[in-house]
């Protein structure tokens, strides 16, 4: 049975980005298993700590929420991603099975983790989606492999613009911000140069 995950960041006992993660989780649904009622997060959430970061992790399937768990997070530090090519990839939904995006992250070599390119363009990293500042605006790929609920919301602001970013735009971008649910917006970002040029090609096709 199809298993699917939403990644809360409790930020001192507060749910952040609830709504967005509710929709999500409500569209995944439907996509599924149409005619699914939707579902209430805020029904699900227990007790969390006052005070830190905490992961509260939700896994749902067709018959609604299947286990809750809430964990202390701790950033993890990222100061180099390594381009790897991976053109048929697909992960649209957040799955439990995540088997594509480890075998493409054990390729990453020294790096801290990778970037993954799909027919030329740029998408998102093993965990998190990106955006690229070219000394006036930050631009996020058009097409991620997953389109997360921070990238929602940073859309939904303004703070963000879609676009095709091609590999060989990324000499006219200074800076690399990585974001998620559990990743906030500038607190993990590295200099564009930080991104490894040579393409790490998988030697069989990825597909989930």
């Given at each position: 049975?199809c ?5 809360i960041?409790?930020d001192?006992?507060e749910a ?5 993660h ?8 439907n996509?599924?298993w149409?005619g699914?009622?939707?579902?209430q997060l ?8 006052e005070?830190g970061?905490h ?13 809750v768990t809430?964990t202390?997070?701790?950033l993890?530090?990222?100061?180099s991603l390594a381009l790897i090519?991976a ?5 649209t939904?957040?799955s439990?099975d995540?088997?594509?995006l480890?075998?493409?992250f ?10 993954i390119v ?10 998190a ?6 000394g ?6 058009q097409?991620?492999?997953?389109k997360?609920?921070k990238r929602?919301e940073?859309?939904d602001?303004?703070?963000l613009?879609?676009?095709k970013i091609h ?10 911000r ?6 906030d917006?500038?607190?993990?970002e590295l200099?564009?140069?930080c991104?490894h040029?040579?393409?790490?090609t998988?030697?069989?096709p990825?597909q989930?």
């Amino acid at each position: 049975m199809c298993q699917f995950i939403e990644t809360i960041r409790i930020d001192s006992g507060e749910a952040r980005n609830l709504t967005y993660h509710e929709q999500r989780l409500n569209d995944t649904r439907n996509h599924f298993w149409p005619g699914s009622h939707a579902l209430q997060l805020a029904d699900f959430l227990p007790p969390v700590p006052e005070s830190g970061i905490h992961k509260l992790r939700i896994v749902y399937g067709q018959d609604g929420i299947e286990d809750v768990t809430c964990t202390p997070y701790l950033l993890r530090p990222i100061r180099s991603l390594a381009l790897i090519q991976a053109d048929d990839i697909s992960y649209t939904y957040k799955s439990t099975d995540r088997q594509v995006l480890d075998r493409l992250f054990a390729q990453r070599g020294s790096c801290d983790d990778i970037l993954i390119v799909r027919r030329h363009l740029l998408t998102d990293t093993s965990i998190a989606n990106i955006a690229l500042f070219d000394g006036k605006h930050w631009h996020t790929p058009q097409s991620p492999l997953l389109k997360g609920t921070k990238r929602a919301e940073l859309l939904d602001k303004g703070i963000l613009s879609e676009r095709k970013i091609h590999v060989e735009d990324i000499p006219s971008y200074s800076t690399v911000r990585l974001f998620n649910a559990m990743i906030d917006w500038g607190e993990l970002e590295l200099p564009a140069v930080c991104l490894h040029s040579a393409f790490r090609t998988p030697h069989s096709p990825l597909q989930k």
